[in-house]
């Protein structure tokens, strides 16, 4: 089936750790996006791609790293300099304006 | 920066009863679209509205827009518990960079 396949969908980590999230998709879309998601708000964009080797910034990207080297992957790390990383990640594509989700990757920092 | 802001925050309705969420932007569009999510799942995306457009059905969704107003609405007839949810508009920022800035959305609940 094609589509997004985000992992791991629940992660914890402690304090002062990296961790990666992978996003996978085999929609041949090029652009691809994450975004953060806490309790009762909207989303907010972390990065985004539009072609492999190429991501900006996004709205709230201070503590976060991306990479882009193949285009059905676009994997997400959440550094520790990220104060506040217990979110809701979602990882996103796109085709002809409509965005396809994956079903998200939740982190909680103990 | 959040383009979209919603309103209500939440909406509860009876099964049968529409229901109706707005979104209002505050810059140039190309599109505006509308998402929803299940608690805990990813998005869906429901329908896009160009901004040529005023109005737009698909299926139980009517979807309006207003460019002057610089806001939309999504009214869903016929509701059914199914459709609890939270919904979302988006924009593509014009000036950006292929952005999609999302709202906050509308929490929606239909009770049985």
């Known amino acids: 089936d094609g589509g997004i396949t985000q992992s791991p969908k629940y992660l914890f980590r402690k304090e002062g750790q990296n961790v990666t999230l992978s996003c996978e998709q085999n929609l041949n879309h090029d652009a691809m996006y994450w975004y953060r998601q806490d309790p009762g708000q909207g989303l907010r964009l972390i990065y985004y791609?539009?072609?492999?080797?190429?991501?900006q910034k996004g709205d709230i990207a201070e503590g976060y790293s991306v990479s882009r080297e193949k285009k059905e992957s676009f994997p997400l790390t959440v550094t520790s300099a990220q104060k506040n990383p217990t979110a809701f990640y979602l990882c996103?594509?796109?085709?002809?304006?409509?965005?396809?989700f994956g079903e998200g990757s939740r982190l909680t920092v103990l | 920066s959040q383009q979209g802001e919603e309103d209500p925050q939440a909406l509860s309705i009876q099964e049968g009863e529409n229901a109706t969420m707005n979104c209002s932007y505050k810059?140039?569009?190309?599109?505006l679209q509308w998402y929803r999510q299940n608690s805990g799942r990813g998005l869906v995306h429901l329908i896009l509205?160009?901004?040529?457009?005023r109005e737009k059905h698909s299926g139980r969704l009517r979807v309006t827009l207003d460019t002057s107003k610089k806001s939309s609405s999504l009214l869903i007839t016929a509701s059914r518990a199914a459709d609890t949810a939270s919904y979302f508009c988006a924009t593509d920022d014009t000036g950006g960079y292929n952005k999609l800035i999302f709202g906050a959305g509308t929490r929606l609940a239909v009770h049985p």
């Open positions: 509205i160009r901004s040529n457009e």
């Open positions: 791609s539009q072609i492999v080797n190429d991501f």
């Open positions: 996103a594509s796109r085709k002809s304006g409509e965005l396809f």
């Open positions: 810059t140039s569009i190309n599109n």
